[in-house]
Antibody
Framework: EVQLVESGGGLVKPGGSLRLSCAAS????????MNWVRQAPGKGLEWVSS????????YYADSVKGRFTISRDNAKNSLYLQMNSLRAEDTAVYYC??????????WGQGTLVTVSS | QSALTQPASVSGSPGQSITISCTGT?????????VSWYQQHPGKAPKLMIY???NRPSGISNRFSGSKSGNTASLTISGLQAEDEADYYC??????????FGGGTKLTVL
């Protein structure tokens, strides 16, 4: 069974840092691009970042560029999102997502990040 | 990276058909056949319903269909059922190799 399990969310003060992890199983992790997608409370989906299977192609939304870093460890079947200089507007559920071509075919259950003093 | 434009809400009665529009630009929706649609029930993760404008993943009912004309894509749900009540989001790959989502549409089954 294909599974994506996020972890690492929590409460952090503005300006702080947090590292999200996503453990993948049930598929050949290195063969798929992966995305992080977030959803602020009561709001819509927002694409955050993408990384190709071999980490050769990485892209970020303008709203997080320079503050967030996406990475992956194919040996550990894991995806990461390092989030620095966090702001209140980064408060959201962060989803790990498996990509096939140009669609998200598998979503994790999400991890909540709350940025508040 | 402006969000795609969707109506905030649509509604229909059981058995009826509804259509949700998704308007972008020539740099995203209009430029590529890379539009996908996702269904999200409250408190749940999104679920892929349509990919590459009009293709249904395995297991998705043929009551769901997608199309595109110019910069606007559409999702049509026919034979509305109570379990179709959910939020629906469109998404498009863009010319910048980024992704953009629509603001979401709340579907109410009357």
């Amino acid at each position: 069974e294909v599974q994506l399990v996020e972890s690492g969310g929590g409460l952090v003060k503005p300006g702080g840092s947090l590292r999200l992890s996503c453990a993948a199983s049930g598929f050949t992790f290195s063969s798929f691009s992966m995305n992080w997608v977030r959803q602020a409370p009561g709001k819509g989906l927002e694409w955050v970042s993408s990384i190709s299977g071999g980490s050769g192609y990485i892209y970020y939304a303008d709203s997080v560029k320079g503050r967030f870093t996406i990475s992956r460890d194919n040996a550990k079947n894991s995806l990461y999102l390092q989030m620095n200089s966090l702001r209140a507007e980064d408060t959201a559920v962060y989803y790990c997502a498996r990509v096939l071509d140009t669609a998200v075919i598998t979503w994790g259950q999400g991890t909540l990040v709350t940025v508040s003093s | 990276q402006s969000a795609l434009t969707q109506p905030a809400s649509v509604s229909g009665s059981p058995g009826q058909s509804i259509t949700i529009s998704c308007t972008g630009t020539s740099s995203d929706v209009g430029g590529y056949n890379y539009v996908s649609w996702y269904q999200q029930h409250p408190g749940k993760a999104p679920k892929l319903m349509i990919y590459e404008v009009s293709n249904r993943p395995s297991g998705i009912s043929n009551r769901f269909s997608g199309s595109k004309s110019g910069n606007t894509a559409s999702l049509t749900i026919s034979g509305l059922q109570a379990e179709d009540e959910a939020d629906y989001y469109c998404s498009s790959y863009t010319s910048s190799s980024t992704w953009v989502f629509g603001g979401g549409t709340k579907l109410t089954v009357l």
